[in-house]
């Protein structure tokens, strides 16, 4: 008897397979970067890796109302956001959802794919898909990394912890803020890896020193710089959900920056007297030479957007860049990461790699990335409406997505690994 989706041998080899990966991924024996890879190849079954599966159309009739009630129930990542909102007082909704001015910056950033046409290959073997990626002589197994994003203990009580064991359970990379609400030793402790480390280095250089030595002692291979936040930042849909919120926000939000980081675990006995500010705003390059002078492991620039920019780090000893605004939250420059791209990968010319966030919520949207260049891609507010709605299972589920939408694409271009993604794949309009 054959099945839709292949014969009845092909499924339980499958199956076999899926339960002796799962296996191996949970024996305490292997390393755990090879573990979340290895988690990550168990959920492929025969159906996803040969051929989409039409099983649904002969399922049992379901009512899904207009916002889901089961991570399971979503198509794409996208209807995550209104169970996200259903979920959240509209304050933190809004925290979430705001880019500066008029949002134009956050719209920009998803119209800027639109610029990029996929160019497909036919009578490519692409059966078998190798989406690993290596940064810094690690092994990811996708190139889709978690950015980082502050107070996700706004959105769901275990916060970072619960992002940390769905990077663990898909194999996924990702980036803690300093002003998570969870410490890098539990985030570490919970993903069963090392993670990369967001700075924001405040306006006093011991509390900076004191933030990356607690980094690298638990064990962050990078520290990332952020370096679009100086110039402040309107926040007019924040303000406008904030209007719509009946709760006393003072309860938890107190004047001054000692107050307010005072429920942020990563200063926990650091001296914050003398710091105004969080962003660092005097900051020049000669801020990140000195930085990099105490940064014993890789140092990456985050909110890098012109070529200009990046030559210059080059030339401080910067490891990595990650092109970013911030999730359109920085500037109103109008101006999309995709399309800042392609000028910040020529200059550095492959010396390092080259990351880029704000915007991605499709599997083409990170194929068009690296073939323009990008060594991987980092989101954001996907994992946070997944995290917001319904935890760990939200995240997990908002990442099964996305990879499964970037393998896919992988199959319709031809490329059996990441190597193959070149310019070929994509065309400029």
């Not at 949002?103 to 794919?113: P, Q």
């Not at 520290?223 to 100086?230: C, E, G, N, S």
């Not at 939200?394 to 990879?403: P, T, W």
């Amino acid at each position: 008897m054959t099945c839709s989706n292949g014969t009845r041998t092909e499924i339980e080899t499958a199956v076999s397979r899926r339960k002796f990966l799962e296996f191996l991924a949970a024996s305490p024996v292997v390393a755990p970067g090879v573990a979340g890879a290895l988690a990550s190849l168990a959920t492929l079954g025969a159906g996803e890796a040969l051929a989409q599966s039409y099983d649904v159309l002969r399922a049992a009739p379901s009512n899904v109302g207009p916002v889901i009630t089961d991570p399971a129930q979503a198509l794409n990542v996208f209807e995550f956001e209104p169970a996200a909102k259903q979920a959240l007082p509209p304050a933190h909704y809004g925290y979430l959802a705001t880019g500066v001015d008029g949002d134009e910056t956050l719209k920009a950033n998803r119209d800027g794919f639109e610029k990029y046409k996929i160019q497909v290959r036919r009578l490519v073997d692409a059966r078998k898909i190798d989406t690993s990626v290596k940064i810094f002589g690690e092994t990811w197994a996708s190139p889709i990394a978690l950015a980082p994003v502050s107070s996700q203990g706004a959105f769901h009580p275990e916060a970072e912890a619960a992002v940390a064991r769905a990077a663990k359970v898909r194999g996924h990379q990702m980036i803690l803020s300093t002003v998570g609400s969870t410490a890098i030793e539990e985030v570490i402790k919970e993903r069963g890896a090392p993670v990369w480390y967001m700075l924001y280095p405040t306006d006093d250089w011991m509390v900076t020193e004191a933030l990356v030595r607690r980094a690298e002692k638990a064990g962050a291979p990078a520290i990332v710089l952020t370096v679009d936040r100086q110039g402040g930042r309107n926040t007019e849909t924040l303000f406008r959900e904030r209007r719509l919120d009946t709760r006393t926000c003072t309860d938890c939000h107190t004047p001054g920056f000692k107050n307010e980081v005072s429920r942020k675990p990563m200063f926990d006995g650091i001296d914050v007297d003398k710091v105004t500010n969080l962003y660092g705003t005097g900051m020049t390059w000669d801020y990140v030479k000195r930085l990099r002078g105490i940064v014993k492991g890789k140092l990456v620039l985050k909110g890098i957007v012109t070529g200009e920019d990046a030559k210059i780090a080059l030339t401080h000893g910067v490891d990595g860049i990650i092109v970013s605004n911030h999730g359109g939250r920085a500037e109103e420059s109008l101006q999309s990461t995709i399309e800042a791209l392609p000028a910040v990968v020529a200059a550095v010319n492959g010396k390092i790699p080259v990351l880029v966030d704000s915007g991605f919520r499709r599997g083409t949207d990170v194929l068009k990335a690296l073939a323009l260049g990008a060594t991987a891609v980092c989101i954001g507010r996907p994992y946070c409406w997944g995290l917001a709605a319904f935890g760990q299972p939200g995240v997990e589920a908002v990442l099964n997505i996305m990879q499964r939408e970037f393998v896919t694409i992988m199959r319709q271009v031809g490329a059996v690994k990441i190597s193959d993604i070149d310019q070929r794949a994509v065309l400029h309009v």
